[in-house]
């Protein structure tokens, strides 16, 4: 269905190709998980598939890519929207109309689809990504997720024999990603549709996957069953790399294989206390930002309900809940320039004359107060190289005395990013790194981060711990809002749950994740009723006990 032949693609301001000479056949019916590292050029190996590389991203594309017969050279996107539908990563980008109804039925219209097939289609359509209560809405109104997947949608309707989706899971909540995931996986099984899939959540995905294609990072690409790829890729959800740590052969790819092969360990381990994730916190921690009664409306409709919340330095608290559930909302009314109907919020030690309301202060100083790394990083960026965004980034916080340098975070996030770069051709992940090391270089005493883990790779998490971690331990504090519960199980010291605007649980992390069928992490899932949240912390209690089943 899909064929690469000889496909080396260059961009122009880059020394080395980011693909090289890749031979590559797709199979129809296929479903192709695409694999690699923050910015290695899995939207790039997409794209090439639909004409958008280098029709429309710039660069030369040497080789042949063929789609359904078709030679991309010779037909741009336009000309292959019949066979293949695309959903890139940045929803908003692809929105054509204002409503999610419109949008949901454009892609019909433009292939003269029959009226009558058109409105069932969308019916459907509607009813397969629960976003019936929505059709009439403004899509600049909805939150991340109901964006995410209204874009999948607007894809679906039109029946492509081949689906593209480039992190299509990003910004669903855990069981909305399932749902969509499990839609995707009818289509190929009943209809035969061909799937390429790029995502870095491999947790989320590993189990419908028919291939894996790797992209080890040298423009070379690496294809096969994923049993065989993930024994030796750089990259692996965690239950791989718990099968790894612990010996299993074959590797599971799902909870259910890993339970079966875990069970020996189990009952080795039970009794045997892991090592905590993180330290436990000082008790006396001061509070930083206090909230009380915080009300968000739209239209005299309630997306937040008079939420109290306190935030204590030191503490790194996840935020979490279903799509559509307040949390960004939240999130711009405590860092002060979003709305609030209600309520009140003070920044700033102990609740004496010190502390300050965000939003009756100026814009300037309101970011000193409290940072927030929003959900589309891409609004911050406006300059013309990633030379000027850090330069600019490091004036601004120049007065604080504690800022790291902007580049220094970069290159700690996302390393190798030249400074002549545009902002604008950094992959997804790149502009994220960016965005967050602008804000984190203020330094400001509350940080607040809306998915911030989107088009990071595993390694880039795990930086991104370290970086929390670090302004944690110079007395910060941190919130997270976001659906990635492997990162939450690793980087989290509390997590808050929110549901249609009201918080729902509140308190330490193990307590409320491992609890939830929902948000438990991998790991929880294979070892329950063992405590055990992460891969490391199995890996120190194997390094302590030794790995041998039987001894
Ligand atoms: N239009 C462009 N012009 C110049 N360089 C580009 C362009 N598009 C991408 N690049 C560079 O090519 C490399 C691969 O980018 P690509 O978006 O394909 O990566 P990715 O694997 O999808 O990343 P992510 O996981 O962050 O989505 C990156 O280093 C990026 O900076
Ligand atoms: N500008 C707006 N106008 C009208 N409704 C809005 C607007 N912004 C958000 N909403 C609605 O308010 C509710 C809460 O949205 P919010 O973005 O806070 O949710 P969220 O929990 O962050 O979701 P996600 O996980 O999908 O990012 C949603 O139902 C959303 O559709």
């Given amino acids: 269905m899909i064929t690469f032949d000889q496909v080396t693609v260059q961009y122009e301001d880059t020394a080395e190709p980011v693909l090289r000479d890749v031979n590559l056949t797709v199979e129809e019916g296929e479903l192709c998980l695409v694999v690699g590292h923050t910015g290695v050029g899995k939207s790039t190996l997409l794209g090439a598939v639909n004409g958008l590389v280098p029709h429309f991203t710039g660069g030369t594309l040497y080789g042949r890519v063929t ?16 066979v293949v539908g695309v959903v890139g990563q940045d929803p908003l980008d692809g929105f054509v109309t204002d409503t999610v109804e419109e949008e949901l039925a454009y892609a019909m219209e433009q292939l003269a689809v029959a009226p009558a097939t058109m409105r069932k289609r969308v019916e459907e359509t509607l009813d397969l990504l629960g976003l019936a209560d929505l059709r009439h809405r403004a899509l600049h109104e909805l939150s991340g997720g109901q964006q995410q997947r209204v874009a999948i949608g607007s894809v679906l309707t039109a029946h492509p024999r081949v689906l593209v989706l480039d992190e299509p899971t990003s910004a669903l909540d855990p069981t909305a990603a399932e749902e969509v995931l499990a839609a995707v996986t009818r289509l190929v099984h009943d209809l035969g549709v061909t799937v390429l899939l790029a995502e870095h959540r491999l947790e989320r995905v590993v189990q419908y996957a028919d291939r894996v294609i790797h992209l080890p990072g040298d423009g070379r690409v690496v294809s096969g069953p994923p049993a065989e790829v993930f024994r030796t890729s750089s990259i692996a959800p965690p239950v791989v790399d718990l099968g790894r740590i612990a010996g299993w052969s074959p590797l599971p790819l799902s909870i259910r294989d890993a339970r079966r092969a875990a069970a020996p ?5 039970d009794g045997v206390v892991p090592p905590p994730v993180r330290t436990a916190l000082p008790a006396d921690r001061p509070r930083l930002l206090s909230a009380r009664g915080i009300t968000v409306t739209y239209q005299g409709v309630p997306a937040v309900r008079e939420v109290a919340l306190d935030l204590r330095g030191g503490e790194i608290t996840a935020l979490m809940g279903r799509n559509g559930s307040g949390k960004s909302s939240l999130l711009w009314a405590l860092q002060g320039s979003g709305p609030r109907k209600a309520g009140s919020v003070s920044v700033g030690e102990s609740d004496g004359p010190g502390t300050r309301d965000p939003r009756k202060v100026s814009a300037t100083e309101a970011r000193r107060l409290v ?3 929003p959900q589309t990083p891409t609004d911050l960026l406006y300059l013309e190289s990633v030379k000027q965004e850090l330069d600019q980034a490091d004036s601004e916080s120049a007065v604080q005395a504690d800022g790291i340098p902007a580049r220094t975070l970069l290159d700690r996030l996302a390393p190798g990013i030249p400074d002549t770069t545009h902002p604008r051709d950094l ?9 967050l090391a602008i804000q984190l270089a203020a330094a400001p005493r509350v940080v607040l981060l809306d998915e911030p883990t989107r088009g990071l790779d595993y390694r880039a998490k795990g930086e991104l711990i370290g970086i929390v971690d670090g302004l944690a331990a110079e007395g910060r504090t941190v919130v997270i809002s976001t659906h990635d519960v492997e990162f939450v199980a690793r980087a989290a010291d509390r997590v808050v749950v929110m549901a249609e605007g009201d918080v729902v649980a509140d308190g330490p992390t193990t307590e409320v994740i491992v609890a939830s069928p929902v948000f438990a992490p991998q790991t929880a899932k294979v070892l329950a009723p063992l405590p055990y949240l992460t891969v490391d912390q199995l890996a120190s209690v194997l390094d302590a006990h030794g790995t041998d089943p039987s001894a």
């Fill in 265 to 269: 360990l189990r009952t080795r381990l």
């Fill in 427 to 435: 992959s997804e992940g790149q502009k994220l790194a960016l965005v």
């Fill in 371 to 373: 940072g927030l790394v």
């Fill in 67 to 82: 789609v359904d017969g078709r030679d991309t050279a010779e037909h741009p996107p336009r000309e292959l929207a019949d």
